[in-house]
């Protein structure tokens, strides 16, 4: 498993255990050939998310320009309406996807963790897939044409399309290992062999030229919305997030992070959890986020004395939440937009206070332990000034400017992610040392590709769990075990919901767990329970984030531990304390939907102080100390009562309950130090 491998120690035996692939660069003139896909795939995305109606629309306004003056050239027109009209086809579309990134996903991700070169069992599955994509490309018309119910695959078809999903299958365990595999495997199988399950689990028998139909032809499985969101927003998004990285935008990051928070208690940590949630925010992927800004943050961390397991296990926290922050918030808020019909907009706006009190919680904790333990501020050559930041590297702020004003002006997200980019593009040409040339456009490219492969197998593998569960039936199955294993409960099942969550993720990139868990478990909390849509797949996406750090198997901790040398496991007991408001803001919007700024501005203020009350009480609870002063034993209890009685939706009793915790914490700040205190404890 990529996030993995690198890992020392106890995490490598869970790699081991996951059973996935280990990402590696071939060498000789492989290099070569997966640049020019890699330039290829990012024309072709660029192509069909956008440049495709733009073009049209200028060839069309060229067209009627000529025609004023006389002239009337026909091919214009054609011209013009094939390419408005280019983007209709997703079928075509997606498999000239497949056809690029499955053979670079099987060419950089080898078979079995141990094994770092590459071999024949890499070179054929690539050479398959290829081949398969062009079997799907070249029958385009027949794909285009296909009415389900009428049109029967044939032999070849069926033989093509059971070869795409065995090559599916095995990219999402190279790419994911065997947890998102065996879900896959086990849905199979049951899609398979339901016929002969006993009681309620039975579904009835159909043909395999059916399966197939449904599973490669159809939008329902593989070709479904999975794979065209990756193939779309995700990639051009990524792809913004690395030639923002290349121009230098993280180095903006870190630098107003350091001139913010750097002369503060504990520097270091506050400034890592600033670069990492603005850096994370672009990115939208934890491991990514931990793998850019962490080599940076960790070393600086234990410099100052922080160990490593607190150095990385600050990191990875404040990297998980980059997907729940806009402006951008990854693939996952786009696939959520595809499946719930919301605007992106909508849901960016909706996730902007439950962010930023997430990262709030992690400020007061890394706060409380630098007062703790003593820790200082940044070394001054560490901290850049602020208006000199600004001054040198102003021009970075200039995308995301002009991201967040497409995004207010109603464009859709493919228009976004390609202006915002062009936009990079442009204004790097004004800074030699950063302009993108034809040789950083490439590695752009390539780097791209080479960070979205993972994905591509992971949501091809959710098409895959779609589809199986539509021809099966399964929603309204698993709708009645769900009911039967909580009692039918609203609490329990939520309970339930978010260990299932957390327990998906193990191993799983946050997109995968979201749209499994939007097959199977939004069915349940929407039509039993009635809750709404928004804080659903909300409360869904914050979980699927959270599993990123969640032990046992936490790929944001493995890959913050290979950087600081410190058992992922470590790690994760921090990371859990330190995410502590993120676990219980869900609960709260899910029974609040204020905080999602929906309903007045009184509402929306007053769910905003329940619940920053709400994320200090649990983290206070959790933790144990203030500053240097233990917080006994009976008043972490009725913390953590204040924390869940806050999230009761009366606004009266909230008011008692924040009274009630804010006046625990105020008295035990004004008390001496106390006799439970170890003054100095490592943290």
Not at 11 to 17: D, G, I, M, S
């Amino acid at each position: 498993m990529s996030d993995a491998s690198p890992a020392p120690g106890r995490a490598r035996v869970f790699t081991r255990l996951l059973g996935g692939g280990s990402r590696h660069k071939p060498g000789g003139g492989w290099p070569p050939l997966i640049a020019a896909g890699s330039v290829a795939a990012t024309l072709y995305v660029l192509w069909i998310g956008a440049l495709s109606t733009l073009f049209g629309n200028a060839v069309l306004w060229l067209y009627g320009s000529l025609q004023s003056v006389g002239l009337d050239l026909v091919w214009l027109d054609h011209f013009a309406a094939w390419s408005r009209g280019y983007t209709a086809n997703f079928h075509r579309d997606i498999s000239v996807f497949i056809g690029i990134t499955f053979p670079i996903a099987f060419l950089t991700t080898t078979a079995h963790a141990d094994r770092k070169r590459l071999a024949w069992t890499d070179i054929v599955p690539a050479v398959l897939s290829f081949a398969v994509a062009v079997y799907y490309v070249v029958l385009d018309d027949k794909f285009l044409n296909w009415s389900r119910g009428f049109s029967t695959p044939t032999a070849w078809d069926t033989a093509v399309g059971i070869t795409l999903v065995l090559l599916t299958v095995e990219l999402c365990r190279r790419c994911t290992g065997w947890g998102l595999t065996s879900l896959v495997l086990l849905l199979l199988a049951f899609t398979v062999f339901g016929d002969r399950m006993p009681g309620p689990l039975m579904h009835e028998n159909f043909s395999w030229p059916y399966f197939i139909e449904m599973m490669t032809i159809t939008e329902n499985g593989i070709f479904g919305s999975p794979l065209e969101v990756a193939a779309t927003y995700a990639f051009l998004f990524v792809l913004f997030g690395n030639f923002f990285e290349k121009t230098g935008g993280g180095d903006l990051f870190f630098g107003l992070s350091s001139a913010i928070t750097g002369r503060m208690s504990g520097g270091a940590a506050k400034a890592c959890v600033t670069a990492s949630g603005l850096y994370g925010s672009v990115s939208g992927s934890p491991t990514a986020d931990v793998a850019t800004t962490g080599p940076l943050t960790i070393p600086i961390m234990k410099r100052m004395g922080i160990s490593p397991a607190r150095a990385a296990a600050i990191e990875a926290t404040a990297s998980s939440g980059g997907a729940m922050l806009p402006p951008v918030m990854g693939a996952v808020a786009f696939i959520m937009s595809d499946l719930t019909g919301i605007t992106y907009a909508a849901i960016a706006w909706a996730s902007l206070l439950p962010a930023l009190l997430y990262y709030t919680s992690i400020y007061i904790l890394v706060h409380n332990e630098s007062v703790r333990n003593d820790e200082g501020r940044l070394p001054e050559d560490q901290i850049a000034g602020l208006i000199p930041t600004l001054v040198k590297g102003w021009r970075h702020l200039l995308p995301l400017v002009a991201l967040i004003s497409l995004l207010i002006m109603g464009y859709t997200p493919v228009y976004v992610a390609t202006g915002s980019t062009a936009a990079i593009i442009v204004l790097s040409w004004f800074s030699p040392s950063s302009a993108i040339g034809p040789r950083r456009f490439v590695e752009c490219c390539t780097t791209t590709i080479f960070q979205i492969v993972p994905l591509v197998g992971a949501v091809a593998a959710a098409g895959i769990i779609i589809g199986a569960v539509e021809i099966s039936a399964l929603a309204g199955k698993f709708t009645l075990l769900i009911n039967a294993i909580s009692g039918g409960y609203l609490v329990s099942t939520l309970l339930l919901s978010a260990v299932m969550l957390i327990l998906l993720g193990m191993g799983m990139p946050t997109p995968a767990v979201y749209l499994t868990a939007a097959a199977l478990l939004a069915p349940v909390l929407r039509q039993h329970f009635n809750l709404p849509v928004m804080q659903v797949h909300l409360f869904m996406i914050y979980f699927a984030c959270l599993s990123a750090i969640t032990p046992p198997v936490a790929v944001a901790n493995f890959a913050a531990g290979a950087i600081a040398g410190a058992n992922p496991m470590a790690v994760g007991r921090h990371a859990v304390k330190l995410a502590a408001g993120g676990f219980v803001l869900p609960f709260f919007f899910l029974f609040n939907p204020a905080l999602n700024m929906q309903g007045t501005l009184t509402d929306i203020l007053m769910a905003l102080v329940f619940a920053a009350g709400m994320v200090t009480f649990c983290s206070m609870a959790l933790h144990g100390y203030l500053g240097k002063r233990t917080i006994h034993p009976l008043l972490r209890l009725l913390l953590a009562a204040c924390t869940i009685g806050i999230i009761y939706p009366a606004p009266v009793l909230q008011t008692g309950v924040l009274v009630l915790g804010a006046a625990i914490l105020i008295i035990r700040r004004m008390r001496p130090i106390g006799p439970w205190t170890a003054q100095g404890a490592p943290g």
